[in-house]
């Protein structure tokens, strides 16, 4: 785990940064410090990423540092149990990271471990029916008694049910919130959400105390496709961020799994079907064919 010196100036780096977050993680893992990166001591041979240290040295400060590791000591102090992973620790998620847009710094609620990357995210829309909450639990029951982690983003519907059913089936689940991670949302979740917490993690890239804002979801659907190997669609409309999922797990060069029943109801999974990386499946043998053929994930594919 990286020390707080460490972490502190990660976080003024964000504060501090002209680019995107993601960005700032990339330059400070190739560099193997923040510390380096916000001091300009840092050594980069490639022009965008001496132009990116030049401008995050020159904006971060010392104060900023200092101020970034009283704010850190006290919301771990006002949030039991969680802690603050960056990229530059060995335990950040391993999918996760070899995505091109993967955040600085995740917080943490339970506990990660390596056999996560064997992890699939079954997702789908929150007004889900009768047929396709049960199809959600059923497929995480199998997908855990199988070994594999199931993550989902703890949304009502298909995602509760994911969640619950890989609970029931004795295995592992991660749930990534679009809120702070102290931010239980929906509220009937709150004791799912403490299942989880014994029983896999909740994550959150958001700062703790931060409200379910709609600009968190899409940055939530893009941790939700990096740390899986694919991601399950159950049912979702055209309007469902199960679809964005859908669509970032494709950009992420990770397969994208459309159940039978949603492809002969939705168009727009008709559509996904025939594209490059996505494929139809009818059970949990069809999902994990893909997922042993599937360990190795691209970085950064563009694939449509």
């Known amino acids: 785990m990286t020390d707080l010196r460490e972490q502190a100036a990660l976080l003024a780096l964000t504060e501090a940064s002209p680019r995107p977050w993601h960005e700032v993680a990339t330059l400070a893992e190739d560099v193997g410090s923040a510390t380096a990166v916000a001091d300009g001591s840092a050594t980069v041979y490639d022009e965008a990423g001496s132009q990116l240290l030049q401008a995050l040295s020159e904006r971060t400060t010392t104060d900023m540092v200092e101020r970034w590791s009283e704010s850190i000591v006290d919301v771990l102090a006002r949030v039991p149990g969680t802690h603050l992973l960056t990229v530059l620790d060995d335990e950040y998620p ?6 091109f847009n993967h955040p600085p710094f995740l917080f943490v609620r339970g506990n990660l471990v390596a056999e996560d990357s064997r992890s699939v995210a079954v997702v789908g ?20 008694g199988r070994g594999v982690t199931v993550i989902s983003g703890m949304a009502a519907g298909i995602d509760s049910n994911a969640h619950a059913g890989a609970l029931d089936g004795g295995g592992r689940t991660i749930a990534v919130m679009g809120t702070g991670i102290d931010r239980i949302y929906p509220r009937e979740n709150a004791e799912l959400s403490e299942q989880i917490v014994n029983h896999g993690a909740l994550i959150s890239q958001f700062w703790p105390g931060s409200p379910p804002r709609g600009s968190n979801f899409p940055l939530r659907n893009v941790v939700t496709s990096g740390i899986a190997i694919g991601t399950v669609v159950v049912e979702a409309n055209a309007t469902s961020g199960a679809k964005m999922q859908a669509r970032l797990a494709l950009e992420h060069g990770k397969r994208v799994l459309l159940m039978e029943d949603l492809v002969m109801q939705e168009e727009w999974a008709q559509r996904y079907s025939k594209r490059r990386g996505a494929q139809v499946v009818g059970s949990v043998d069809d999902i994990l064919d893909v997922l042993d053929k599937e360990r190795a994930v691209p970085t950064a594919l563009q694939l449509f």
């Not at 391993?94 to 995505?99: A, G, T």
């Not at 829309?125 to 497929?139: N, V």
């Open 94 to 99: 391993e999918n996760l990271r070899k995505v």
């Open 125 to 144: 829309t929150r007004r889900a029916s009768p047929e396709g909450r049960k199809r959600a639990h059923e497929l995480a029951v199998q997908l855990a």
